[in-house]
């Protein structure tokens, strides 16, 4: 008496065999396959692994960013603004920030400006990202001179070059002291570009945001878990848009496989009319076409999720990454953090192989009851 | 309606498979009208191909249906930092009036998918088929539940918007609320932990007993599936409270969190499997006896019945260590 396990092991082992003799035209349904979740796997982990960089960055971020609106529009914010915010009972400290964006006509690129008073700049010398340095073609120790709006450019001395290990954060960055921040842009005296507000209680932030608006009608406090939802939103709505385009190359990998499982040569037909005609029932073909969707499906699968892995983790991703990263002449370049969940490769799972088998089911079911004597004089 | 891979993949699912329902329901009804084992006519001949196409079809798609309950938990779950106001799954599923209906419809058509694949291995196992009939018009009945599921799937993601303001499961799962998570909450937790118990030891010495005897495998049967809503129950009540260790945090959702070290998935999938198996062995027991089922029968009802005490009993040691090993202590007066 031969056992459950006994029976599909000897089944598989008929429909390897079985596929290894038309090895040709299974290896192109395999690579198409694998072609497919490698495009779609490349995909998903892409946009996790930036949502996940993004929310690694903004952890950093203030709590509240307070900005004054006039007419619409972002303004200056005056400097009382922060006393009357500070004395809010909740809030733990207030910090007027200045910076701004330089526009470099040299290039054309947009650098960010912080005025900072740590003690890496001083008057005269500024710290840059590194793709600043590589832009200009500067190095430490060299002026860089900063067209501002009075006659004489603003020279600066590159005191510092950050490391590419901080492009993402550090990239376009130029960092000088406030008066050189004022000189540059030629900035009013007593007023910032906004406010970082600490909240001492987390939960007490959307109060304090509500009592920020309430003193000052003028203001827009805007929370960090906004921005944090709004950067997971953008990368989402992305991912899921290009998933859509990509479907249509999931609907022709189902037109592909419905093509293949029921255009049978004469040859498979013969053989599935011999394999009924010396016993084998219609269950035990069902079953060795499900072990053949296996065969070729857990290959396809693992071979395309290794790949999008290497394409996306070691390689940054080049087929996605204009796409989904958006594009700018000074990008940073940066390596994604390798992390797969259970969910994704779920959802992988359902946009292919799920799609494979509805597309195969109603094929194989009608091979499987093809009348022994039909199927081998056919 | 947000557009993300998993949403996508969930929409996609449901309509694989309520598509499919449909089509084998559409041939199943044929088959409980006409079925005719002593025939040898053509009808009958085409009927028997048919049953065949059902089963494969049902086959492969009951087991997405069960994924699909996990990627939907869990997409839930993700989805939350996107709602005001949400802290979890809870506060996800109350964005529209569809998410919790959609949930429990979920669990609900999961648990028959469950119990029909067990019938239709048991039944795929004898040579005439005897449980075509019933599986059949068990497989039409579940049509209507499917068509809901998918409705609801669709109401519920296309309403979601992300500037609704939510609630969070502080809110949704307090003693304030005048819902039915609020009743839960309510409960004693003296009391519902003398029921926990209760029923557990009712449930696993039931199913000693049908191992041992054959005798009370309904009573068994009636007692897993009352078991699993127990169980929920007090996970709401006391046992989320220990792993919490909050006295006052009754979500049965924020488990599910890495905080808590998913355990939350770890302790409904035992569950699941408990009433599935538990429900199906009391089911497969009360069929008429049969000479093509004589030996399957007792054979894989007593396989089910072990497993469903294992999954319960190993919720229950769970659920004991943790009330041991918690810090938090739970007074009754």
Same mark, same amino acid.
């Given at each position: 008496?031969?056992?459950?396990?006994?029976?599909?092991?000897?089944?598989?082992?008929?429909?390897? %065999? %079985?596929?290894?003799?038309?090895?040709?035209?299974?290896?192109?349904?395999?690579?198409?396959?694998?072609? /497919?979740?490698?495009?779609?796997?490349?995909?998903?982990?892409?946009?996790?692994?930036?949502?996940?960089?993004?929310?690694?960055?903004?952890?950093?971020?203030?709590?509240?960013?307070?900005?004054?609106?006039?007419?619409?529009?972002?303004?200056?914010?005056?400097?009382?603004?922060?006393?009357?915010?500070?004395?809010?009972?909740?809030?733990?400290?207030?910090?007027?920030?200045? $910076?701004?964006?330089?526009?470099?006509?040299?290039?054309?690129?947009?650098?960010?400006?912080?005025?900072?008073?740590?003690?890496?700049?001083?008057?005269?010398?500024?710290?840059?990202?590194?793709?600043?340095?590589?832009?200009?073609?500067?190095?430490?120790?060299?002026?860089?001179?900063?067209?501002?709006?009075?006659?004489?450019?603003?020279?600066?001395?590159?005191?510092?070059?950050?490391?590419?290990?901080?492009?993402?954060?550090?990239?376009? /960055?130029?960092?000088?002291?406030?008066?050189?921040?004022?000189?540059?842009?030629?900035?009013?005296?007593?007023?910032?570009?906004?406010?970082?507000? *600490?909240?001492?209680?987390?939960?007490?932030?959307?109060?304090?945001?509500?009592?920020?608006?309430?003193?000052?009608?003028?203001?827009?406090?805007?929370?960090?878990?906004?921005?944090?939802?709004?950067?997971?939103?953008?990368?989402?709505?992305?991912?899921?848009?290009?998933?859509?385009?990509?479907?249509?190359?999931?609907?022709?990998?189902?037109?592909?496989?419905?093509?293949?499982?029921?255009?049978?040569?004469?040859?498979?037909?013969?053989?599935?009319?011999?394999?009924?005609?010396?016993? $084998?029932?219609?269950?035990?073909?069902?079953?060795?076409?499900?072990?053949?969707?296996?065969?070729?499906?857990?290959?396809?699968?693992?071979?395309?999720?290794?790949?999008?892995?290497?394409?996306?983790?070691?390689?940054?991703?080049?087929?996605?990454?204009?796409?989904?990263?958006?594009?700018?002449?000074?990008?940073?370049?940066?390596?994604?953090?390798?992390?797969?969940?259970?969910?994704?490769?779920?959802?992988?799972?359902?946009?292919?192989?799920?799609?494979?088998?509805?597309?195969?089911?109603?094929?194989?079911?009608?091979?499987?009851?093809?009348?022994?004597?039909?199927?081998?004089?056919? | 309606?947000?557009?993300?891979?998993?949403?996508?993949?969930?929409?996609?699912?449901?309509?694989?498979v309520?598509?499919?329902s449909?089509?084998a329901a559409?041939?199943a009804?044929?088959?409980?009208?006409?079925?005719?084992?002593?025939?040898?006519?053509?009808?009958?001949?085409?009927?028997?191909?048919?049953? %065949?196409?059902?089963?494969?079809?049902i086959?492969?798609?009951f087991?997405?249906e069960?994924?699909?309950?996990?990627?939907?938990?869990? =997409?839930?779950?993700?989805?939350?930092?996107?709602? *005001?106001?949400?802290?979890?799954?809870?506060?996800?599923?109350?964005?529209?009036?569809?998410?919790?209906?959609?949930?429990?419809?979920?669990?609900v058509n999961?648990?028959c998918a469950?119990v029909w694949?067990?019938?239709?291995?048991?039944? *795929?196992?004898?040579?005439?088929?005897?449980?075509?009939?019933?599986?059949y018009l068990f497989l039409t009945l579940m049509i209507p539940l499917l068509l809901?599921e998918?409705?609801?799937?669709?109401?519920?993601?296309?309403?979601?918007?992300?500037?609704?303001?939510?609630?969070?499961?502080?809110?949704?799962?307090?003693?304030?609320?005048?819902?039915?998570?609020?009743?839960?909450?309510?409960?004693?937790?003296?009391?519902?932990?003398?029921?926990?118990? =209760?029923?557990?030891?009712?449930?696993?010495?039931?199913?000693?007993?049908?191992?041992?005897?054959?005798?009370?495998?309904?009573?068994?049967?009636?007692?897993?599936?009352?078991?699993?809503?127990?169980?929920?129950?007090?996970?709401?009540?006391?046992?989320?409270?220990?792993?919490?260790?909050?006295?006052?945090?009754?979500?049965?959702?924020?488990?599910?969190?890495?905080?808590?070290?998913?355990?939350?998935?770890?302790?409904?999938?035992?569950?699941?499997?408990?009433?599935?198996?538990?429900?199906?062995?009391?089911?497969?027991?009360?069929?008429?006896?049969?000479?093509?089922?004589?030996?399957?029968?007792?054979?894989?009802?007593?396989?089910?019945?072990?497993?469903?005490?294992?999954?319960?009993?190993?919720?229950?040691?769970?659920?004991?260590?943790?009330?041991?090993? %918690?810090?938090?202590?739970?007074?009754?007066?």
């Open positions: 008496m031969i056992t459950t396990r006994e029976r599909h092991r000897n089944i598989l082992d008929f429909a390897l %065999s %079985s596929l290894g003799r038309r090895a040709g035209r299974n290896l192109s349904l395999l690579t198409m396959y694998c072609l /497919l979740i490698f495009v779609l796997a490349s995909l998903l982990f892409f946009v996790s692994a930036l949502k996940r960089e993004a929310a690694r960055l903004l952890e950093d971020a203030p709590d509240l960013v307070v900005q004054r609106l006039v007419a619409g529009r972002q303004d200056l914010i005056p400097e009382n603004y922060g006393a009357g915010i500070a004395a809010i009972r909740g809030v733990a400290h207030v910090e007027p920030r200045l $910076w701004g964006y330089y526009f470099d006509s040299w290039n054309g690129a947009n650098y960010t400006v912080i005025a900072s008073d740590k003690p890496t700049v001083k008057d005269g010398i500024a710290a840059i990202g590194s793709g600043v340095a590589r832009s200009r073609k500067i190095h430490a120790g060299e002026l860089f001179p900063l067209r501002s709006p009075g006659t004489e450019p603003l020279l600066l001395e590159v005191g510092a070059i950050f490391p590419g290990t901080s492009d993402l954060m550090a990239a376009d /960055l130029i960092i000088l002291t406030p008066s050189d921040f004022h000189t540059l842009f030629n900035f009013p005296q007593g007023k910032f570009t906004d406010l970082a507000v *600490t909240v001492t209680n987390r939960k007490e932030l959307p109060m304090v945001a509500a009592k920020i608006a309430a003193l000052y009608a003028d203001s827009r406090p805007i929370l960090k878990s906004e921005i944090q939802r709004t950067y997971q939103s953008i990368f989402d709505w992305r991912g899921g848009m290009i998933l859509l385009v990509l479907l249509s190359a999931v609907l022709s990998f189902i037109i592909f496989a419905w093509d293949r499982a029921t255009g049978l040569s004469a040859e498979e037909r013969k053989e599935i009319g011999i394999l009924k005609s010396i016993g $084998w029932d219609t269950s035990d073909v069902l079953l060795l076409k499900f072990w053949e969707g296996c065969a070729i499906s857990l290959p396809a699968f693992l071979c395309g999720v290794i790949a999008a892995y290497c394409h996306v983790f070691f390689f940054s991703a080049p087929f996605f990454s204009p796409v989904l990263k958006g594009w700018s002449i000074l990008y940073p370049q940066f390596q994604l953090v390798p992390v797969v969940d259970i969910s994704q490769l779920l959802v992988l799972f359902f946009f292919t192989v799920v799609p494979y088998i509805t597309a195969t089911i109603i094929p194989n079911w009608r091979t499987a009851t093809m009348d022994p004597d039909a199927a081998m004089r056919s | 309606m947000i557009l993300r891979p998993a949403t996508l993949a969930l929409l996609l699912i449901s309509l694989v309520t598509g499919f449909l089509t559409f041939h009804m044929g088959i409980y009208e006409r079925w005719d084992p002593t025939s040898g006519s053509e009808d009958q001949l085409d009927l028997e191909k048919k049953t %065949s196409l059902i089963s494969s079809i086959s492969y798609l087991p997405l069960l994924l699909s309950l996990a990627l939907f938990l869990f =997409t839930a779950e993700e989805l939350h930092p996107l709602f *005001t106001g949400a802290m979890c799954a809870a506060g996800t599923l109350a964005v529209n009036a569809f998410g919790y209906p959609a949930l429990l419809l979920k669990v999961a648990l469950g694949l067990i019938i239709n291995h048991l039944d *795929t196992r004898a040579y005439d088929s005897p449980l075509i009939r019933l599986k809901l998918c409705f609801l799937l669709f109401s519920y993601f296309s309403g979601v918007k992300p500037d609704v303001i939510t609630s969070c499961c502080g809110s949704l799962f307090s003693h304030d609320s005048p819902t039915l998570s609020g009743d839960l909450t309510s409960l004693p937790a003296g009391l519902m932990q003398a029921v926990f118990f =209760t029923s557990m030891v009712l449930t696993t010495g039931s199913g000693i007993i049908f191992l041992r005897t054959g005798r009370h495998g309904r009573f068994f049967s009636v007692a897993a599936a009352v078991t699993f809503p127990v169980a929920i129950a007090s996970i709401i009540s006391f046992i989320g409270l220990y792993f919490y260790e909050m006295p006052s945090h009754h979500c049965p959702f924020c488990l599910l969190q890495k905080e808590y070290y998913y355990i939350g998935y770890g302790l409904y999938a035992l569950l699941f499997i408990g009433a599935v198996t538990g429900i199906s062995a009391g089911v497969i027991n009360s069929f008429p006896p049969t000479h093509s089922l004589s030996n399957t029968v007792p054979e894989t009802g007593s396989y089910l019945t072990r497993v469903a005490i294992l999954c319960y009993l190993l919720f229950t040691l769970i659920t004991v260590i943790e009330m041991t090993i %918690s810090p938090l202590r739970l007074s009754y007066f």
